[in-house]
């Protein structure tokens, strides 16, 4: 096929069949859970109601770049980078 064709025609040819995918992907696929159907349960689990609380809190709140910087989770990365790179 790629003698037949050329190896552009094969490039393109591969690339959209990802795109028609993708579009066929966002026609039929719902964007939100609540859309989804009924298999989808609302959680139950009261920790996992507190869970999802404060994570939603936490993406609320402006951090500004230097607090985002000073967390230990920062630290702790830049010390593994500096001791095995």
């Not at 995918?21 to 859309?35: D, E, K, T, Y």
């Not at 939603?56 to 989770?73: D, H, I, V």
């Amino acid at each position: 096929m790629l003698d037949h064709w050329g190896w552009r025609i094969m490039l393109v040819a591969e690339g959209a069949l990802p795109l028609g995918l993708a579009g066929i992907w966002i026609a039929f696929i719902p964007r939100s859970p609540a859309g989804s159907g009924c298999f989808l349960q609302a959680p139950t689990d009261p920790h996992r109601d507190a869970a999802a609380r404060i994570a939603e809190l936490e993406r609320s709140e402006r951090r500004t770049l230097l607090r985002a910087l000073m967390r230990p989770q920062v630290f702790v990365l830049a010390g593994h980078l500096l001791l095995f790179c």
